[in-house]
């Protein structure tokens, strides 16, 4: 099994920063990739950004490009999600995952995670 404990929310005005922090723990060498996902009141869980752990290659939504960075640090198990100029609709719960799936891509849907956080919340006032 793996734990994945997420933290760094909050609320926050448009234009800030915030970093969030998803730690990783039990069985570790079996993820491959490491993604956030959010969820807005009302909206379906929708993707973020990930990362593979052994090339730290990523990808990201379109909505984020730009402002959000995705990064892993090996010896501390730990994810980070950087978001800069952050926006209202930003707003959400967002959820670290955990992925099992082999290969040389970056999973992105939901289906190819295995393993997911309790989410933190993220505000963004206007």
């Known amino acids: 099994q793996v734990q994945l404990v997420e933290s760094g929310g909050g609320l926050v005005q448009a234009g800030a920063s915030l970093r969030l922090s998803c730690l990783v723990s039990?069985?570790?060498?079996?993820?491959?990739?490491m993604g956030w996902f959010r969820q807005a009141p009302g909206k379906d869980r929708e993707f973020v950004a990930a990362i593979r752990w052994s090339t730290s290659s990523t990808l990201y939504a379109d909505s984020v490009k730009g402002r959000f960075t995705i990064s892993r640090e090996i010896a501390k198990n730990t994810v980070y999600l950087q978001m800069n100029s952050l926006k209202p609709e930003d707003t959400a719960v967002y959820y670290c995952?955990?992925?099992?799936?082999?290969?040389?891509?970056?999973?992105?849907?939901?289906?190819?995670?295995?393993?997911w956080g309790q989410g933190t919340q993220v505000t963004v006032s206007s």
């Open positions: 039990g069985r570790t060498f079996s993820t491959s990739g």
């Open positions: 995952a955990a992925s099992k799936t082999a290969g040389g891509g970056i999973p992105r849907y939901r289906y190819e995670y295995d393993y």
